[in-house]
């Protein structure tokens, strides 16, 4: 990968919708670099936030995140010694530097790249779940099309 992203044409996607749902596998207790980079060239002084940088403001994100460990690793007794949500800190304050609503997370515990061909039954069931999660957060939300 280029790391290269077309940024006129990203932004007029996060313009064209009320709800952006950020997908992503948790990647050494944060997002991955290519999606770091992604908001650093996407979520640009103007654009998101600073003075005139209000485009985003009042649109909807979630986060949609896989983990690799269990969900008993992500806790104040367990392996990770943090619950899931304090990983979560520096997309919570990207959102609300881009004065956007953060509707929260969905996560999926357990599914690690190791396991794609031992466990891909296991692997696709887990994924169906996510996403029948990630739609009835969606639908829990009240929002209306900005004109």
Not at 10 to 17: G, N, P, R
Not at 37 to 58: A, I, M, Q, R
Not at 110 to 126: A, H, L, P, T
Request: hydrophobic share 40%; net charge positive; aromatic share 14%.
């Amino acid at each position: 990968m280029d790391y290269k992203f077309d940024v006129k044409k990203e932004q007029q996607l996060l313009l064209d919708h009320d709800i952006i749902v950020m997908q992503f596998p948790l990647f050494w207790y944060s997002w991955p670099s290519a999606m770091q980079k992604w908001v650093e060239d996407v979520f640009t002084h103007g654009f998101s936030h600073g003075s005139t940088g209000n485009k985003l403001k009042g649109k909807k994100i979630l986060f949609s995140l896989t983990t690799g460990a269990g969900e008993e690793a992500y806790s104040k007794n367990g392996f990770m010694k943090h619950e899931i949500g304090e990983f979560l800190y520096p997309m919570d304050a990207v959102a609300n530097l881009a004065q956007m609503q953060n509707l929260g997370f969905v996560c999926t515990y357990g599914v690690s790249y190791s396991m794609r061909s031992s466990k891909k039954d296991e692997i696709q069931r887990k994924a169906n779940e996510h996403a029948k999660r990630v739609v009835e957060a969606l639908r829990s939300f009240e929002f209306t099309r900005n004109v």
